[in-house]
């Protein structure tokens, strides 16, 4: 009888109900999907580097993988990793401590958002590199410009998303608070906050991931030390193998952030993204 419920058991995911076979076939297909588009990928990284038959300007995925293998193992490497994700965490924690109280105070609030709005759609519309030289005015070279540009990058999508997430709560949430007598602070906190916390997450996911890419960059002028310190040091040497084995590096560390932040999404919002 346990095998037979196991088999009939039903599972929510976002495209309806779904049994354990169907969920551990979709699982199959998608892991085979992958692995798949992993080896195409390689097979025309290496079909381009046969083509240019210069493995400076084209290494093989063999040289970029093995140099990545070194890279790995490399104290200097973890060093100026770590201090790149420090870098990226303290901004992405200022964009939250930020975005998330604009956020609330745009969602809630046409008025403010009249006054607020278009100063957040000018501001994000400059370019984040355009902001790199006055950032080394501003704070120097080392933490202080890549950490206001990842706090800069990230603040707009936690605000927006924040802002989308409170204007979808439906009025009859609000209406049903207010006609057993909840006041607007009990409101904001058993309405607006678990209401708007889905949209909070998915900008979080967004600020996380754009703050990693421009971390990068900022680190390319604005460090003598980092990730993207390595990869101008990797160019200056003309070690183009190490710069991929860099490149696949920051992407691994890029996709494992962004898996475990959208894990945590999942976890404390299952009830919204099941």
């Known amino acids: 009888m346990e095998k037979a419920a196991d088999k009939v058991s ?12 169907m969920l ?4 199959d297909r998608r892991r ?8 195409a990928l390689i097979g025309v990284w290496q079909a381009a580097a046969m083509l240019y038959g210069n493995t400076f300007i084209m290494p093989t995925p063999w040289m970029a993988i093995s140099a990545f293998g070194k890279d790995a193992i490399d104290p200097w490497i973890h060093e100026n990793l770590l201090l790149t994700i420090r870098r990226v965490m303290t901004g992405f924690g200022y964009a939250l401590v930020i975005g998330v109280p604009i956020g609330y105070l745009m969602g809630y609030s046409m008025t403010a958002r009249r006054y607020i709005d ?12 355009a902001w790199v030289p006055l950032t080394i005015v501003w704070f120097g070279l080392g933490d202080g410009p ?3 540009l990842i706090a800069f990058v990230g603040v707009f999508a936690v605000i927006l998303n924040t802002t989308a997430g409170v204007e979808g709560i439906s009025k009859d949430y609000y209406n049903a608070a207010r006609s057993l007598g909840a006041k607007p602070w ?10 708007s916390f889905p949209g909070i997450l998915t900008g979080m996911r967004v600020a996380l991931g754009a703050g990693w ?6 680190e390319f002028v604005a460090t003598s030390a980092g990730f993207g310190f390595l990869m101008v040091d990797a160019q200056t040497r003309m070690e183009t193998d190490r710069l991929m084995g860099l490149m696949i590096m920051g992407a691994l560390v890029g ?3 962004d898996r475990m932040l959208l894990l945590t999404s999942r976890v404390l919002a299952r009830w919204k993204v099941a």
Do not use: E
Not at 24 to 27: G, N, P, R
Not at 213 to 218: D, K
């Open 186 to 195: 009990s409101i904001f906190a058993h309405v607006i906050v678990p209401g």
């Open 146 to 148: 890549t950490v206001f």
């Open 255 to 257: 996709f494992t952030i």
């Open 118 to 129: 278009p100063l957040i759609d000018s501001l994000r519309q400059i370019p984040m590199m």
């Open 24 to 27: 551990a076939s979709i699982t």
């Open 213 to 218: 890419m421009s971390v990068i960059c900022a």
């Open 10 to 21: 039903l599972y929510n995911t976002r495209g309806g109900w779904v049994s354990r076979d």
């Open 32 to 39: 085979y999907t992958w692995i798949v588009s992993v080896l």
